[in-house]
C-alpha cells in the first residue's frame, strides 16, 4: 500500500534544503510513496533546469532481528540509565550487552534477574573501571532451572569534563551484518533504479552507537560485484540519526572509496545548520 508520510521525510527536506550549495533546496518534491506502490521516497525536480533527483532512504540495523531485540531490550536494560546515582563525574560509561541476551530467556523472572545482575555489577564496579574499551565477566545467579552463567559486558570510558553520563547498549555478537546489507540493497536498489531520473541518491541511515559508517560501506563494496545496479546509484550518504528525536540534530555524511569525508551536512530540526565540502561533491560509485 502507499504510505503516508513518514519521519525519515523530515531528513529528506533539511538535506534538499542544503545539497549542492541550494541548488536543490526550491525543488518540486513528488513523495512518490505515498501514491504509487513500491516507489521510492521522493524525485525532487529542480526548478532552475528540470533536472530530476531520486532519492531512496533504508535503515540499517546492525544485526538480523534488530527490533525484536530491542523491544525487549528497551523495555528491561533502559531503565538501569534511570539509577542516576551509577553516574561518575567526568566520565562518560557506555555499558554493552550482548545482543539476544534476554530472548534467550523469555521468562520474564529470569530477565529480570539478569538485568538486576548488570545493575548490581555497575554499581559495584563503576569508579573502578578504566578509560577506554574494556571487557568484563559478569555473573547471573538464582535463575530457576538454569545453571549459573557469565555474561561479558563490554564497557567504553571517556573523559567527559564537568558533566557525567552513563548508558546502557547493545554489543553485536557474531556477524550476520552482511545479510542486513544484502537484504537493504536487494529491497531498495530496484526500486531506486527503476526510478527515471538525472541522479540518484541511496541514504543509509544509522541510529545504533555499535555500527559505524565505514563497516557500513566496506560491506556494501565486498557485495558490489553481486549488485551491478550500484553503478547506476551516484552517490551513497550516511544519515546518522544516533539520539535523534524531533527537533533535534542529525548529520549527512558522503565519504569516497576509502572512507575519507567529502562532504557534511548537520541540521536541526528540519533545517540545515551547517556543511563543509572537500574538493565539491564527487560521485561517489561503488
Not at 29 to 36: A, N
Not at 56 to 69: M, R, W
Request: glycine share 6%; aromatic share 8%; hydrophobic share 35%.
Amino acid at each position: 500500500m502507499p504510505s503516508k508520510s513518514r519521519r525519515e521525510d523530515v531528513f529528506i527536506e533539511a538535506f534538499l534544503s542544503a545539497y549542492e550549495d541550494e541548488l536543490w533546496a526550491d525543488a518540486d518534491k513528488d513523495w512518490v510513496d505515498r501514491h504509487t506502490d513500491g516507489g521510492i521516497e521522493v524525485v525532487a525536480k529542480r526548478a532552475s533546469d528540470g533536472k530530476t533527483l531520486a532519492i531512496e532512504h533504508t535503515l540499517i540495523q546492525p544485526f538480523v532481528s534488530d527490533k525484536e531485540d530491542f523491544a525487549v531490550f528497551g523495555r528491561s536494560f533502559l531503565k538501569i540509565e534511570d539509577d542516576k546515582s551509577l553516574i561518575v563525574p567526568d566520565r562518560w560509561i557506555q555499558l554493552f550487552v550482548p545482543v539476544g541476551t534476554l530472548l534467550n530467556y523469555p521468562d520474564k523472572t529470569a530477565r529480570e534477574g539478569i538485568v538486576n545482575a548488570v545493575h548490581e555489577w555497575i554499581r559495584a564496579n563503576r569508579l573502578t573501571l578504566p578509560d577506554g574499551d574494556s571487557d568484563h565477566q559478569c555473573l547471573v545467579t538464582g535463575i530457576q532451572g538454569k545453571p549459573d552463567f557469565y555474561i561479558t559486558l563490554t564497557i567504553k570510558v571517556k573523559p567527559l569534563p564537568g558533566d557525567g553520563s552513563l548508558h546502557v547498549r547493545r554489543q553485536q555478537v557474531g556477524n550476520d551484518f552482511p545479510d542486513v546489507v544484502r537484504k537493504a540493497l536487494a529491497t531498495k536498489l530496484p526500486k531506486l533504479t527503476k526510478q527515471k531520473a538525472d541522479k540518484r541518491i541511496l541514504m543509509l541511515e544509522r541510529q545504533h552507537m555499535n555500527l559505524i559508517p565505514d563497516q557500513m560501506q566496506d560491506e556494501i563494496r565486498r557485495q558490489a560485484p553481486d549488485f551491478p545496479a550500484l553503478a547506476q546509484v551516484d552517490e551513497i550518504w550516511v544519515l546518522e540519526t544516533i539520539g535523534y528525536e524531533p527537533g533535534g540534530y542529525f548529520l549527512f555524511e558522503l565519504n569516497d572509496e576509502k572512507n575519507e569525508p567529502l562532504a557534511n551536512i548537520t541540521c536541526q530540526g528540519n533545517i540545515w545548520t551547517s556543511r563543509s565540502v572537500k574538493g565539491g561533491i564527487p560521485f561517489c560509485n561503488y
